[in-house]
């Protein structure tokens, strides 16, 4: 089975801080996504890595920045928390293109105070 | 951008009965997958339709796909109060990145 992991399932955070979120997959996948959740907002894609040190910005990169520096592992960096990054980070991967299954991980509940 | 939208955006019946979901999107489309979180958790999905496809089925779910319309429903059929969750479809916006875009969801709830 295809498994995704996250740092932190709660996270709390000062305003101004320097934020982490990371996430690894154990299969291989080429593909690695960073989404932020809120209620009546759906899904929303903050970036996308579809290789090592590759990286694409998605909807809403502004105030986000992504690493990564190996296949398995994309890390999400919030370079200063603001209230308004209160949300819930959901990390995927999938195997290469669209018709391939997004794996989630549980997800990180982050609140900035 | 948001290319799905689910509809009803919440939906509450009893066990044993059907529940149906619909998802509408704007662009041409490749494939179209349904997704499910249960409560504070990661999606999970549930099945992928191609757009040369019309209608799909795994177990107790039915997926119909109407590219003239742009729109696809998910049926859930005698349902259960374990199925009490969020729905989303996904599209794949007719590229071939590995993006999908995310509608807003179909929150179900399922009484015992």
């Known amino acids: 089975d295809v498994k995704v992991t996250q740092s932190s399932r709660y996270l709390v955070k000062r305003t101004g801080e320097k934020v982490f979120l990371e996430c690894v997959q154990d299969?291989?996948?080429?593909?690695m996504f960073w989404y932020r959740q809120d209620p009546g907002l759906g899904l929303r894609l903050i970036y996308f890595?579809?290789?090592?040190?590759?990286?694409e910005k998605g909807d809403i990169p502004e105030g986000y920045s992504v690493s990564r520096e190996k296949k398995e592992r994309f890390s999400l960096i919030l370079e200063s928390a603001s209230t308004n990054q209160t949300s819930m980070y959901l990390c995927?991967?999938?195997?290469?293109?669209?018709?391939?299954?997004?794996?989630f991980g549980p997800g990180t509940r982050l609140t900035v105070l | 951008s948001q290319q799905g939208e689910e509809d009803p955006q919440a939906l509450s019946i009893q066990e044993g009965e059907n529940a149906t979901m619909n998802c509408s999107y704007k662009?041409?489309?490749?494939?179209l997958q349904w997704y499910r979180q249960n409560s504070g958790r990661g999606l999970v999905h549930l099945i992928l339709?191609?757009?040369?496809?019309r209608e799909k089925h795994s177990g107790r779910l039915r997926v119909t796909l109407d590219t003239s319309k742009k729109s696809s429903s998910l049926l859930i059929t005698a349902s259960r109060a374990a199925d009490t969750a969020s729905y989303f479809c996904?599209?794949?916006?007719?590229?071939?990145?590995?993006?999908?875009?995310f509608g807003q969801g179909t929150t179900l709830q399922v009484k015992p």
């Open positions: 995927a991967s999938s195997l290469w293109d669209s018709t391939d299954t997004q794996y």
């Open positions: 662009t041409s489309i490749n494939n």
């Open positions: 299969m291989d996948h080429e593909n």
């Open positions: 996904a599209t794949d916006n007719s590229g071939n990145t590995g993006k999908l875009i």
């Open positions: 339709i191609r757009s040369n496809e």
């Open positions: 890595s579809y290789d090592v040190k590759m990286k």
